[in-house]
């Protein structure tokens, strides 16, 4: 069992937009704002996508957009493209010991 | 560029130790500290630990205490990760992945990822 809650999978028609959510708790995602999001095409490494919530890094695009409320954040991709297809996972701060926690990942199929 | 190449696959019998490393180049070595992540098969991504290139300060996750140990050898710009008293559930692809500095715990360069094979 993850310590932070992804949905399994989600999916959406190209150009529309979709969005995952990540549940943690005070003591993760609700007590620090290092809330980060990586995409995993299958057989390749994680890709860094969002950081600290909802920046992003040099080169992903814009479609790509991060937010938080409480102990819940969201990663929301617009105009859904057929290289979105992956599989994401959130992952958050947890504290000097425990560092970083996942998500289970979600399986985002665009149809 | 900033890469992470890390050494090839394993199989290692239950009781065993395995030993993974990752050798970075396109930046200052000790100047970034690095993390380990596995992903069972089929699985999601599982933090391990931390480790510090310049100083050799780590913390690894409470799973896996008395199990793992990061070590780094600065003249080759090389981390590694043992982990010992290997059973079937460490079956894993393992990953190094660089912190990014200006946050905490993300990571913004990972190594091609190393699968070790825990079988009898």
């Known amino acids: ?111 | 560029q900033v890469q992470l190449v890390q050494s090839g696959a394993e199989v290692k019998k239950p009781g065993a130790s395995v030993k993974v490393s990752c050798k970075a180049s396109g930046y200052t070595f000790t100047s970034y500290y690095m993390h380990w992540v596995r992903q069972a098969p089929g699985q999601g991504l599982e933090w391990m630990g931390i480790f510090n290139p310049s100083g050799g300060y780590t913390s690894y996750a409470q799973k896996f205490q008395g199990r793992l140990t990061m070590t780094r050898d600065t003249s080759t710009s090389t981390v590694s990760m043992e982990l010992s008293s290997l059973r079937s559930e460490d079956t894993a692809v393992y990953y190094c992945a660089r912190d990014y500095p200006p946050s905490t715990t993300v990571f913004d360069y990972w190594g091609q990822g190393t699968l070790v094979t825990v079988s009898s």
Not at chain 1, 25 to 33: E, F, L, M
Not at chain 1, 68 to 74: D, E, R, V, Y
Not at chain 1, 75 to 101: K, M, N, P, R, W
């Open chain 1, 1 to 111: 069992q993850s310590a932070l809650t992804q949905p399994r999978s989600v999916s959406g028609s190209p150009g529309q937009s979709v969005t995952i959510s990540c549940t943690g708790t005070s003591s993760d995602v609700g007590g620090y704002n290092y809330v980060s999001w990586y995409q995993q095409h299958p057989g390749k490494a994680p890709k860094l996508m969002i950081y600290d919530v909802s920046k992003r890094p040099s080169g992903v695009p814009d479609r790509f957009s991060g937010s938080k409320s409480g102990n819940t954040a969201s990663l929301t991709i617009s105009g859904l493209q057929a290289e979105d297809e992956a599989d994401y996972y959130c992952c958050s701060y947890a504290g000097s010991h425990t560092f970083g926690v996942f998500g289970g990942g979600t399986k985002l199929t665009v149809l």
